[in-house]
T-cell receptor, first 112, second 116 residues
Framework: QKEVEQNSGPLSVPEGAIASLNCTYSDRGSQSFFWYRQYSGKSPELIMS????GDKEDGRFTAQLNKASQYVSLLIRDSQPSDSATYLCAVNSGGGADGLTFGKGTHLIIQP | SAVISQKPSRDICQRGTSLTIQCQVDSQVTMMFWYRQQPGQSLTLIAT?????????ESGFVIDKFPISRPNLTFSTLTVSNMSPEDSSIYLC?????????????FGPGTRLLVL
């Protein structure tokens, strides 16, 4: 059974601070990792993908992957109230174009 | 990314009836996926729809309950058959990226279904 675990939160972070979101996965053979943002009543929006150990930066977002620890994280720098949403960690275990296994998501609240 | 539309955007249905959800994408893609998001929950993959072949269903989902069509590279339908209140969910289609990384998936706006 492939599992993706996230702390459901809510995670409350002051505006301008760094928000740190974490995710662990059970399938050691997982190849690809994704972070999606979902606003209430909306569909998931892709923020980051990461495939190799280490860090990947895109603007205010940094994804970190540690395959040995089966751990993925997302850092949001200079958090803005518009970053308030549920963040979903997703894993592709099969490699190639395959369905994703999602965590339950972390509800992030950025306090002005 | 791809522009994805779904119809209907929402519906209220009576138990025992069926609803067909359409997913249209503006680019040709090989792989399309159908997910369900139950209230307050995360996304669960229902099936993978590859053009020209039968859909592949995940454990717990069967073709008789969720028949899928994939007639061409830009369109797919998911039917929710013989509905019960437990089928009340958001149903989302996603597609592989039409350019670049095929492992990246983009989601449609979803169909919000309420079964009474």
């Amino acid at each position: 059974q492939k599992e993706v675990e996230q702390n459901s939160g809510p995670l409350s972070v002051p505006e301008g601070a760094i928000a740190s979101l974490n995710c662990t996965y059970s399938d050691r053979g997982s190849q690809s990792f994704f972070w999606y943002r979902q606003y209430s009543g909306k569909s998931p929006e892709l923020i980051m993908s990461i495939y190799s150990n280490g860090d990947k930066e895109d603007g205010r977002f940094t994804a970190q992957l540690n395959k040995a620890s089966q751990y993925v994280s997302l850092l949001i720098r200079d958090s803005q109230p518009s970053d308030s949403a549920t963040y979903l960690c997703a894993v592709n275990s099969g490699g190639g174009a395959d369905g994703l296994t999602f965590g339950k998501g972390t509800h992030l609240i950025i306090q002005p | 990314s791809a522009v994805i539309s779904q119809k209907p955007s929402r519906d209220i249905c009576q138990r025992g009836t069926s609803l067909t959800i359409q997913c249209q994408v503006d680019s040709q893609v090989t792989m399309m996926f159908w997910y369900r998001q139950q209230p307050g929950q995360s996304l669960t993959l229902i099936a993978t729809a590859n053009q020209g072949s039968e859909a592949t269903y995940e454990s717990g989902f069967v073709i008789d309950k969720f028949p899928i069509s994939r007639p061409n590279l830009t369109f797919s339908t998911l039917t929710v058959s013989n509905m019960s209140p437990e089928d009340s969910s958001i149903y989302l289609c996603s597609v592989e990226s039409p350019t670049g990384d095929p492992e990246t998936q983009y989601f449609g706006p979803g169909t919000r279904l309420l079964v009474l």
